[in-house]
């Protein structure tokens, strides 16, 4: 079973920064593509970002986000990134990570992790 779990959420203000972790464990992560989801309350969970396995590494971004956040891994820490610049307020979710063989990585899952809440506010 492909194990992650997710940190560096907190509260920021408009326009400031955060980084985003996803730690792999039990299993190799550069083997496997890693999507980045996110739920705001009241709204449905959506697609952020997809990273594909090490061999590729191709990123793909929602237009919501494209040029502010950017996703990468670290293969020797066996963990992905989420690098999130000049944050909005709608960017106020619950950030999820999720695996599978390739990107995109489905949003229909049966298991979602407990997350990491970003909130952005003044």
């Known amino acids: 079973q492909l194990q992650l779990v997710e940190s560096g959420g907190g509260l920021v203000q408009p326009g400031g920064s955060l980084r985003l972790s996803c730690a792999a464990s039990g299993f190799t992560v550069d083997r496997y593509a890693v999507g980045w989801f996110r739920q705001a309350p009241g709204k449905e969970r959506e697609g952020v970002s997809c990273?594909?396995?090490?061999?590729?590494?191709?990123?793909y971004y929602a237009s919501s986000v494209k040029g502010r956040f950017t996703t990468s891994r670290d293969d020797a820490k066996n963990t992905v990134y989420l690098q999130m610049n000049s944050l909005k307020p709608e960017d106020t979710a619950v950030y999820y990570c999720?695996?599978?063989?390739?990107?995109?990585?489905?949003?229909?899952?049966?298991?979602w992790g407990k997350g990491t809440l970003v909130t952005v506010s003044s």
């Open positions: 990273i594909n396995s090490s061999d590729d590494g191709s990123t």
């Open positions: 999720a695996a599978e063989i390739g990107c995109p990585v489905r949003i229909q899952r049966d298991y």
